[in-house]
């Protein structure tokens, strides 16, 4: 296994620094494994996908990094949000190909509908899309994030999954817990909450001004549970679960309700255009 790290918080952010760290005793510890980061100078958070304007820009800056505790991975800081990062690396501008894409540790989780637009999994559904499994590693915001656990738990699941074939995509999001008080890992479900909330009054707008965003927390707080059938993504983590996700990025839909829309639009834009030939 050979895997492409990187994040949406940029390359010296303390989350891809501790798991590049953790990713380094993982490889020595193993046999044909292997690691690249391939990660944005800067923060890129809420990017999703985005690869920018490439047709105008494209030449993309890069410089050689070394990471502390990581003498085994060689390391590119680019200036290009994570989905372009998981290209390039991808397809081979940095060293040998990766097989698989390790993504953040995000600093606050990505549950919920935050999913879509996060830009450590947008690096994942990129390489997704390019035909490699990945996992992305994000922890609950707080007082003295605790990097260390979201890495101790990302480098399990890499364990477990490492001999395994598929093209997967895992969305791990850990509380910030230290590893004694972390209660397990459990199966979730993304749920349907959103971090920018409604507006609260219908006050008419201006021809121009400021909107200011009614945000949710960027992180769950930490709570307790006793409800054992419990399985959205956000609540796992507010109890003190590390919640482990599988996603699916842009594929074809095939459902038979969606098959009945196309086929009559398809119809009724024949139609039309009969008629006006």
Known sequence: M??????????????????TRAVSQWIA??????AVVVAPNRNYSGMSSAVGDVFSHPDVS???RDIEGATNIEAFALDAPPALCAIMGTIGY???????????????????RSVLHSGTVGAVLTGGQLGLPGLAVSVQWGENVH???????????LTEIEDLDGNFLLNLNVPNLTAEELK???????????LIKPRL???PLADSGVVTLRLGDASPEVGDTSDEALDDDGALVAAGFAALSALRGITEETEARSDSVLRTALTAIERHLNRAR
């Open 94 to 112: 940095f060293g040998a190909p990766p097989t698989f894409v390790l993504s953040g540790i995000n600093a606050g989780a990505n549950v919920g």
């Open 184 to 194: 397990g890992v459990r199966r979730a479900r993304i749920s349907t909450a959103g």
């Open 2 to 19: 050979r895997l492409l790290i990187t994040n949406d918080d940029g390359i010296d952010a303390p989350g891809i620094q501790t798991l």
């Open 62 to 64: 890069f410089e050689r």
């Open 201 to 203: 009054h219908e006050a």
């Open 29 to 34: 510890a193993g046999e044909n494994r292997s």
């Open 147 to 157: 990097y260390d656990t979201a890495a101790a738990v990302a480098i399990e699941v």
